[in-house]
């Protein structure tokens, strides 16, 4: 009643003002609920757990990796980032019983640099027998690959063009279950992407029962006339924990972005029709969808995308996309 008044009583400019007030004022408190989340699950912390001593762990084998691979290596390169990670593992070891794959990767890494070529005559014998006492059970992978021109390029023949323009949003689903083995398939495949510094914040949760499917779409604004037949339900999530410090406050997004594409391909390349919702939330939205009990509140949820048997025919929006001049940039 009292906006209809102000609506009659005020010009129009100063309606939109104040609008566009509110609508500043609203994104600030948004930002500061990002920012609260942020702060309390990255991995920038004196004590840390179990989960983000694993991330650090991984950052810091990746480093050595990279200085393996090298053309011209130095001598004992990043020794730093060694008696950090010695002292990690250590670290890991004495919160946990069992190691997880990458400490036992990052202890393989550290027994590949103490009798890798530039650091034989350079390393301490008291560093050697630090990293000596590091055992793992694991066989030792090479921390490096080396191939030919030919060999590395030997499947870029294939026409990845047509691949990729072949794939369409589908938003219309068979009344058919969609196997979970082949869902894995397809996001061990996606598992290949690229992140910030190997870490592999990204997670994938998939919602098979339809209660679950409905309770976390209904809090995504999408899927209107076709999120009830959507057969399994993927949301995309990345781990706040392996992320450290202001600088990386948005990498989660990017991380899990990129996974997502990458699980998109995948499910087309299996013969699975996908539809990718996004997370554009609120405060209230946000904080609801943790409610439902399913996603851990470390992890940020990235995008949903729902899978499902396609039918015989169907229907796709064209989306067509903008010419190249609009998006290319040559400087």
């Known amino acids: 009643m009292i906006n209809i008044f102000l609506k009659k009583l005020l010009p129009s400019k100063i309606i939109k003002l104040i609008k566009q007030f509110k609508m500043n004022i609203n994104m600030i408190l948004q930002y500061y609920y990002d920012y609260k989340i942020y702060t309390k699950y990255n991995g920038a912390k004196l004590k840390m757990n179990i989960n983000q001593i694993e991330g650090k762990i991984i950052a810091h084998y990746h480093v050595l990796e990279k200085g393996m691979c090298h053309p011209y290596p130095k001598k004992c390169f990043s020794l730093p980032i060694v008696k950090n990670l010695i002292q990690l593992i250590n670290a890991y070891d004495t919160k946990s019983s069992i190691r997880s794959k990458q400490v036992n990767v990052a202890v393989s890494v550290l027994k590949k640099y103490i009798n890798f070529p530039t650091n034989q005559k350079c390393l301490t014998s008291s560093l050697i027998g630090k990293i000596s006492l590091l055992n793992t059970n694991i066989k030792m992978k090479p921390s490096s690959l080396k191939f030919s021109k030919n060999e590395y390029f030997k499947f870029c023949d294939i026409p990845f063009k047509e691949f990729v323009l072949s794939r369409y949003t589908v938003r219309d689903f068979l009344d058919q279950d969609v196997e979970i083995e082949v869902l894995k398939k397809a996001i061990e ?35 209107r006339g076709f999120g009830e037949k959507i057969n399994k339900l993927i949301i995309i999530t990345s781990d706040l924990n392996l992320f450290e410090g202001p600088k990386e ?3 989660a997004f990017i991380d899990g972005g990129m996974f997502a594409m990458s699980l998109l391909y995948s499910l087309h390349n299996l013969k699975l029709g996908a539809v990718s919702l996004n997370w554009s939330y609120d405060k209230n939205q946000n904080d609801s969808l943790y409610d439902l009990g399913l996603i851990p509140k470390n992890e940020r949820v990235i995008l949903f995308i729902g ?24 400087i």
């Open 249 to 251: 406050r948005n990498q």
């Open 189 to 223: 495949t996606a598992q290949k992407t690229p992140s910030v510094c190997n870490r592999q914040t990204f997670k994938a949760h998939i919602l098979t029962q339809k209660k679950d499917i409905i309770n976390h779409l209904k809090f995504q604004t999408g899927n």
């Open 307 to 330: 899978v499902g048997h396609v039918p015989e025919t169907f229907k796709v929006a064209v989306s067509e996309k903008r010419e190249l001049v609009d998006v290319l940039n040559i």
